[in-house]
Each structure stands twice: as structure tokens, then as C-alpha cells.
């Protein structure tokens, strides 16, 4: 049997590799929906191919509101704002806070009950739900009959299979619907944010597609608010082929966004209601493009037949480059559940977080936290974009990045410090929100740099130029955050770290070892850049990367923080993350982190983790040679690393998805398959060299 040391001999089968895992799908499964989408838009569908039955696929809101649906059409350019009430000015949430240089002010909600902010004051419960994403289109299949049109109810639906076609993006639905048989493809276009459907019937097509549109919702989860129809206008102006629509919220005098309709020949746009129309068909045959654009310009956009030429044209060479890992020949009975988690999450990540901002945790499917992203999962998302010889998908998010420096910037300026700190949870303003965690956090600062610099490890020949900037700024601010002690340059308090669970304590944090090793480590990437760049060192940056304080250590293991409770055995272990996520830097020993790995893997509550986590934990126990534990670790069978049929990564019912465990799974196998700087020269460090483990690769990047 070969072993790693074989990797890479010959040239990989990609399309067999890929169609080994197409998606088949019989009958309704309510947690596992098939997407298309481009990065930018995306759509969810059921097995109709479409958005027919939303209700049978629930999203349960954490706050107690009305559940929404996994059946999604979003954006990263669709949000809105509710008219904003008296009071919500988030200079009015600062709060002061001590520090060893004074009193500092932060954001801060007030206690929080967990994501439940229906306590808070009204004006606060606006700032941190608006913006939020909108879900801009419900587009699902209606019965025809003499009298009109229905919604078709459950027991109209026959039986069904469905396919989702890798390596050509298309889902291909086969269904029973009124006692009619019917064949459905959907798909997206590559470039342009357009969905396309075609619905062929074996003799007269009795079935149309309704498109209505709800209002913006600020509820947690549900993207969709049906109760508001007074409140947004649904202008349809009929064209040639089809329709255009233009959507109106709040009496703005201009549309939010606009939709553009392509139907085939002699099929009929009828509006039905307030916010409904139906495309009627005429022969056997149904096509719908449906092209959608922000603010007032008529959206570019194609027919469906160019749609469904651009996706086949796209996914083979989406596939056949970047890299790719077989494991066909293993003997361990876990290589092809590993291998079809890796390939289908390539392409959920590829369709949902590769757009021009950092993902929601749930991408475009539905909404999570009302669609706002949060910037320290930003790296879990999409670093593997670049590890995986895809460095452009990465590209596109690191933009808002320079869009928003001013402001990140004006926070660091507020709080009497240099450079840029980078907020938490945000829409494209890049306004924080109000809350008792993501303000205090800092783990998501030293992210810029780490994915400036797998950028430019990836070949982007543009990256120090386009991204110096912010790698600087960055720098300016972990440079100047700090307070120096006696122990060394210190973080916190305040200080909420990646294990959330000590926020109620944020006064008080101090010295988590994973924020101490990833600020060393970011702090010599940004010399290094200075350097490359032709400019000198900046000495403070080079004094407090050497003089970090080192991490607690007790009983031979590191504490998650410097004071009591010292190590709290619920959420995510991240005093482990010191090395793994993070390189190796001299702020933390690789026995110390050893130990503790082993005594969180051997006692820790894994109900409380989330998906990201057994990536992490693979990655420290691949950096230890321990190939054994990283398998173990990344495949680990616990509440949060289950992955559906679908391949997401679900976590609860009101986070049926979960991306950052999607990506994580592929920058943890990067590390696992390519290795790293000074990694020995080990072949596939990751994994067993014991025969049971076959695999080829190609492509892949190493990391730092």
C-alpha cells in the first residue's frame, strides 16, 4: 500500500475525484438543501430545483421569532436598513474602561443572554441589527389550472431525485408535482449575478414559477419579513422577453436593487399581487433568467441558455486548477468520508464566501447574527483559498479591507492608539456592533496580515502594493495595544479572547496564550514586509514581538488566561491555537502546547466547541508530528463536526451551517498534505506513515 511519502507521482484524476461525490438527493432532507451561486449571489434550493416548499426547511431563530428558511437568494451586495429610531448613535454605547495607560471606551451592549438581545434598549437592538442581509427573492414552482394559479401543498410532491452535478454546477431535478412529471435545472452564472432555470414537461407544461419578494428583516436568523408588504414597493415594467422589476424600501425614491426577467419565447410575466408574479409558459418547455443588481442601473445579465453554457464552461476549470487531494487506495475507513468533506467543501466556499466581502458563518444561504460577518472568522472562511492555489477567490474580500481602514482606524484613534483596529461584527459600513464580546476581542487583528501574506505565498505579485497598507496599519495598532509589565508586553484587560466563554470577566483577562503567540508571530510577518518593501525596521515592533510575555503555565500545561478561573473546559480550547493556526514563535513551547493538547483532548465539553475548532486542533497536533492525533482530532465524531449530505457543517437549529468548519477542514489538509516552513521535509506530515493512508496531491501552497 503507498504511503504519503508516494504523494503527488502522478497526475490526478480531477473529474473522476470530483463526480465520485456529486450529490444525490431522494425526497425532502430538511437540513441539506443543494445551492448555486457565484460568490456573490447565491440561491438555495429544494428537490423541485427550486424554492417551492421553504417551510419544510426551518432555520429556528435564537431570540424566539418567526423561523425562517434554508431556502435563501443572497447577496453580498443586498442589505437594508429599518428607518433608524431616536437614540441608536453608537458613540451613546461607549463605555470606559481601565487600562494600564488610563481609561479606555468601548462599545459595549450591556449583559447579553447569548445571541437573545430582546432585553436590550431598542436604539441598541438597531445598531446591531442594521444593516442586514436581505433575502431578495423567494422563486418557486406554482400549479396552473383554468381558474389561475396555486401554491402547490405537500402532498402535491411525488417522488423525486435530484443531483447536483459538480462538475458542471448544474442541479438536475427529476419530480412528481400535481401528478405531472417534470425535469428541472438550475444553475448560476460564473460572472454575472444571474439564475437560470429550465423546466421541461413530457407534454404540456401546467406549471409556472412565482417570484415574490418579502420586506428586510431585523430578525436573528430569518432573512425574510412577509408582514410588512406597506413598507417596500414592487414595481414591474414589462419588457420584450420577460420583465423588470424594481424594488423600493421605506418610500426611498430609488429602487435597492432591480431584477431583470428573461423568459423564453411566448412565455407570459403576469403580476398576481402586491409582491408576486408568475411566469406562465407556453408549449412543454419553461426558461427563466433572472439577473439581479443594486440600486437603479438595469442589471447586467444573460439567457438561460448562456447561464447553463457559463456554468459548464466554469466548474472544469474551477476543478482543474488550484489544488486537489485523492485518496483513493486508503485503507483507513475514514478517506472517503475525508475526501468528499474536502471536496464539497471547495465548492460550498467557492460559491458562498469567495465574493467581494468576508462571509456571513453562514454564507449565502440564510441568515446567521441578520447576515452581518464577523471579521476573526474572516481567516477560517477563506485562507484556504490561497493554501489551496486559488488565491484570487481570497483576493476579492481583502478589498474591504482598504474600504474601511478609515474607520478601523478612527476606533483605534478614539481609544488613544495608533494604526488600525478592526472590528468584530460588521456589514460592508464596517461599523461595530454593540456587544459585551465582539468589541474586546483581538484575535481578529493579526488576521489582515495572515492573509495578506498567504496572498503573496500564493504568487499574488500585487499584494505588498495593494495590501502594505493595511499590514502597516495593523502593525501600528498590535504595536501599541499592548501594556508593558513586569512579565513582558501584556494584552488586556479588557480582553475577550477567541474562548468567549470569559467575557463576563473582561475586565480581568489577561495574557491568553494563542492572542500573545499569533501577535509575536504577526508583528515579525509585518517587519518582514517592511523590509520587502524597501523601508526600515520599525524598532517597537521588533521590541514587542521579542518581549512578549509569556503564558501561564500550570501543572505542565498552558492556562487559557493569565488569572482565575485559569482554564475554563467549555468552548473553544484556544490556549492550544498558540501553535497550529499560528507558526511556531518562541513565546510558547511546543512540549508545554503538547501536554495541554492531550489534556483537552482527553477532558473538554466537545457540545460546547464549534466547527472550527477540530481543524484547529489538528493543525497544533500536525505541527508536533502527532499525524495520528491531527486525524483524530480533524475527524473527530462530536456534535459540531458533523457534516450533511450536503457537506455543510452544521452545528444547531438556528445554525444549520456553519462555513468556518468548511473552510477550516481545507486550511487544516493544506497544512496536513503540503507541510510548512521548516517543517523537516516530512512527506504529508499530517498523516500516518503506517500503509493505511494512500494519497496523491498536487497544487497545494505550504504554509508559513
Known amino acids: 500500500m503507498p504511503s504519503p511519502d508516494r504523494a503527488g507521482v502522478a497526475a490526478i484524476d480531477r473529474k473522476a475525484l470530483v463526480a465520485r461525490h456529486n450529490i444525490v438527493l431522494t425526497g425532502i432532507d430538511p437540513q441539506a438543501p443543494l445551492s448555486v451561486g457565484n460568490g456573490e449571489l447565491c440561491m438555495t434550493v429544494d ?11 426551518p432555520v429556528a431563530d435564537p431570540g424566539g421569532g418567526v423561523a425562517g428558511t434554508l431556502l435563501g437568494t443572497q447577496s453580498q451586495w443586498g442589505w437594508h436598513s429599518h428607518p433608524r429610531p431616536d437614540g441608536a448613535d453608537l458613540a451613546r454605547t461607549l463605555r470606559p474602561y481601565r487600562t494600564g495607560r488610563g481609561e479606555v471606551r468601548y462599545v459595549d451592549s450591556g449583559p447579553l443572554s447569548g445571541s437573545d438581545d430582546s ?33 402547490p401543498a405537500a402532498s402535491d410532491l411525488g417522488t423525486s431525485q435530484q443531483v447536483l452535478d459538480l462538475w458542471t454546477g448544474v442541479i438536475r431535478s427529476e419530480l412528481t408535482l400535481g401528478g405531472r412529471t417534470l425535469r428541472v435545472s438550475t444553475a448560476c452564472h460564473p460572472d454575472q449575478d444571474t439564475i437560470a432555470v429550465r423546466i421541461v414537461a413530457g407534454d404540456e407544461l401546467a406549471v409556472g414559477i412565482r417570484i415574490a419578494f418579502p420586506y428586510g428583516s431585523q430578525s436573528w436568523s430569518n432573512a425574510a419579513d412577509w408582514s410588512r408588504p406597506e413598507a417596500h414597493t414592487s414595481a414591474v415594467e414589462p419588457q420584450a422577453d420577460g420583465a423588470l422589476v424594481r424594488r423600493r424600501f421605506d418610500g426611498a425614491p430609488d429602487p435597492l436593487y432591480r431584477l431583470r426577467i428573461r423568459t423564453s419565447r411566448d412565455a407570459v410575466v403576469r403580476q398576481v399581487g402586491e409582491h408576486e408574479i ?13 439577473s439581479l443588481a443594486a440600486g437603479a442601473d438595469d442589471p447586467p445579465g444573460s439567457d438561460a441558455a448562456a447561464v447553463f453554457a457559463a456554468s459548464r464552461a466554469h466548474w472544469p476549470e474551477f476543478w482543474s486548477r488550484g489544488a486537489a487531494v485523492d485518496f483513493a487506495g486508503s485503507t483507513d475507513p475514514r478517506a472517503d468520508e475525508l475526501e468528499r468533506r474536502a471536496v464539497l467543501s ?16 453562514t454564507g449565502l444561504t440564510c441568515n446567521s447574527w441578520r447576515g452581518r460577518f464577523h471579521l476573526e472568522m474572516h481567516w477560517w472562511h477563506a485562507a484556504h483559498f490561497a493554501l489551496w492555489g486559488r488565491p484570487e477567490l481570497l483576493r476579492r474580500s481583502m478589498d474591504f479591507y482598504r474600504r474601511i481602514l478609515p474607520v478601523a482606524q478612527q476606533t483605534a484613534a478614539t481609544q488613544g492608539y495608533r494604526g488600525a483596529r478592526w472590528p468584530k461584527q460588521v456589514a460592508p459600513d464596517g461599523r461595530e456592533s454593540p456587544s459585551d464580546i465582539g468589541p474586546f476581542l483581538l484575535w481578529q487583528q493579526p488576521h489582515v496580515i495572515h492573509l495578506a501574506e498567504l496572498l503573496r505565498r500564493a504568487g499574488d505579485g500585487g499584494a505588498i502594493d495593494d495590501f502594505g497598507e493595511l499590514v502597516e496599519q495593523t502593525a501600528h495598532f498590535m504595536a501599541d495595544v499592548v501594556e508593558s509589565t513586569s512579565d513582558g508586553f501584556a494584552l488586556g484587560p479588557p480582553l475577550v479572547p477567541a474562548q ?20 509575536a508571530w504577526g508583528l515579525g510577518v509585518a517587519q518582514q514586509w517592511r523590509t520587502r518593501s524597501g523601508r526600515p525596521p520599525e524598532p517597537r515592533w521588533n521590541a514587542v514581538r521579542d518581549g512578549m510575555a509569556r503564558p501561564l503555565v500550570r501543572d505542565g500545561r498552558y492556562a487559557a488566561i ?7 473546559r ?18 510558547v513551547d511546543p512540549e508545554v502546547i503538547r501536554s495541554t493538547l492531550h489534556d483537552v483532548l482527553g477532558d473538554w465539553d466537545w457540545a460546547s466547541t464549534w466547527g472550527w475548532d477540530h481543524p484547529a486542533l489538528a493543525m497544533t497536533a500536525t505541527r508536533l508530528h502527532e499525524p495520528t492525533t491531527a486525524l483524530d482530532a480533524l475527524l473527530r465524531d462530536s456534535p459540531k463536526n458533523t457534516f450533511l449530505r450536503n457537506g455543510h457543517n452544521r452545528q444547531t437549529d438556528a445554525l444549520p451551517l456553519y462555513l468556518p468548519g468548511n473552510g477550516g477542514l481545507l486550511a487544516a489538509l493544506a497544512l496536513m498534505v503540503a507541510g510548512w516552513d521548516d517543517d523537516g521535509a516530512v512527506p504529508c506530515p499530517g498523516f500516518p506513515r503506517d500503509g493505511t493512508w494512500a494519497l496523491r496531491h498536487e497544487g497545494f501552497i505550504r504554509s508559513p
Open 346 to 361: 471547495q465548492y460550498l466556499t467557492a460559491i458562498q464566501c469567495a465574493g467581494s466581502l468576508p462571509p456571513q458563518e
Open 278 to 290: 408568475v411566469v406562465h409558459p407556453t408549449g412543454s418547455v419553461l426558461e427563466v433568467a433572472v
Open 570 to 587: 467549555v468552548d473553544h480550547p484556544s490556549m492550544v491555537y498558540a501553535l497550529g493556526p499560528v507558526p511556531a514563535v518562541d513565546v
Open 47 to 57: 428537490v423541485t430545483g427550486l424554492q417551492t416548499f421553504p417551510e419544510r426547511y
Open 500 to 519: 468567549e466563554c470569559y467575557a463576563a470577566r473582561r475586565e480581568r483577562v489577561r495574557n491568553p496564550p494563542f492572542e500573545l503567540a499569533y501577535w
Open 562 to 568: 493569565a488569572v482565575e478561573p485559569f482554564t475554563v
Open 119 to 151: 432585553a436590550l434598549p431598542a436604539e441598541i437592538r438597531w445598531l446591531r441589527a442594521n444593516p442586514h442581509r436581505l433575502d431578495l427573492a423567494r422563486i418557486g414552482l406554482v400549479l396552473l389550472d383554468a381558474a389561475g394559479h396555486r401554491m
